[in-house]
């Protein structure tokens, strides 16, 4: 029986995969490399560190460490100055209802984001009270597709994988849900996300009660 919900950030809750793929590509057009909307799929739910290392390789780039650190930092500052503006109703129109529904219901909530900026973007956003417990790219070792966060978050929920449900939208995202043994609903296109159980346009267009049927 599914007993909690674990929420991607980035693309689930808000749009500031939006912002992360701006400062992407302003990164990669002072690199010379082309990056548009469809390259940038590949970079949803993976770390800092390893959508940098996509955007090189898409350039056929070799850099040292140092540089590769010089050119993560700069795309991280343009990010967060892109951030700084956002409002507490940039939240995704009927997340919050969703998230007190699944409370009010007895469920557990957490979030589990790659982002080390996530609890930056959950103050902007004044919500961390929603979540049971909060993990992000400070605490794991490796980001999505490996299912760590995943399983992080359902050991903190004191919750076995089986009684996870993942709601996501990066194609990496389902994979670590589907390898931590988790059902996922995905939020976005089934060109993208076609590996999870169920498949939304939005977050908030998920209908609880087909919840125990995934
Ligand atoms: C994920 C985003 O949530 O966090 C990725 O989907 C991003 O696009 C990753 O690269 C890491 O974020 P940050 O904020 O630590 O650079
Ligand atoms: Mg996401």
């Not at 995943?150 to 939208?169: H, I, Q, T, W, Y």
Request: aromatic fraction near 8%.
């Amino acid at each position: 029986m599914i007993q909690a919900i674990i929420f991607d950030l980035d693309g689930v809750i808000v749009d500031t995969a939006h912002y992360h793929f701006i400062a992407w590509q302003r990164l990669a057009r002072e690199l010379g490399v082309n990056f548009t909307e469809h390259e940038n799929e590949q970079l949803k739910g993976v770390s800092r560190m390893q959508s940098l290392e996509i955007i090189l390789s898409l350039g056929k780039i070799r850099l040292s460490e140092k540089e590769k650190e010089d050119l993560a930092d700069k795309k991280n500052q343009w990010f967060v100055e892109y951030i700084q503006a956002m409002k507490p109703d940039e939240i995704f129109p009927g997340v919050k209802e969703l998230l007190k529904t699944i409370r009010s219901k007895g469920m557990k909530v957490a979030l589990a984001s790659s982002s080390k900026n996530a609890d930056t973007v959950l103050t902007l956003l004044n919500i961390k009270d929603y979540f049971d417990t909060i993990v992000d790219g400070t605490m794991i070792t490796h980001s999505k597709p490996d299912p760590e966060i995943f399983l992080l978050a359902a050991n903190r929920l004191g919750m076995k994988p089986s009684e996870c449900v993942v709601f996501e939208d990066a194609e990496a995202g389902v994979a670590a849900a589907v390898a931590a043994g988790m059902k996922c609903v995905g939020v976005g296109s089934v060109t993208q996300l076609g590996k999870a159980n169920y498949i939304v346009n939005k977050t908030a267009d998920f209908d609880l009660a087909k919840l125990q049927m995934l």
